[in-house]
């Protein structure tokens, strides 16, 4: 028998309380947000990771798009928040918009968890990435 949660090859996340996901991993925007002024004039990388709480029962029964938030419109719009022309100073701020943004795709989303990182942030010590993660709902 499989674990909870899988069904042959294929796994369903879940959150803690049971509920479905949708993940979408490593999503790479470049954009202009800081407190720095050097970070609002040059480009630089942002990486955000994303759990959608959506109900995957009729989309698992019916292998229809239709029945399931297409993914491809939330990495669009996210992205589109990232590279747009709103520049933010903090990653919370951003972070904000982007679920915003993420729950306004699809009604059928519940709640949103990001993780939203910077992948070159300027400071005079050697570290990877900064972050924020946070989780929004309806």
Known sequence: MAPPGQRGAATVATEPTGGDQIQLRG????????????EKTRPQPFEIDLDLSVDLARAGAS???????DYAGVAGAVAGIVSGSTSYELLEALAGAVAEATLATDGRISAVTLSLRKLQPPLA????TVGV???RRR
Do not use: A, N, W, Y
């Open 27 to 38: 999503l790479r925007v470049i954009g202009t947000h800081g407190v720095l002024p050097e």
């Open 133 to 135: 993660r946070i989780t």
């Open 125 to 128: 010590v050697d570290i990877g």
């Open 63 to 69: 292998d229809q798009l239709s029945d399931t938030v």
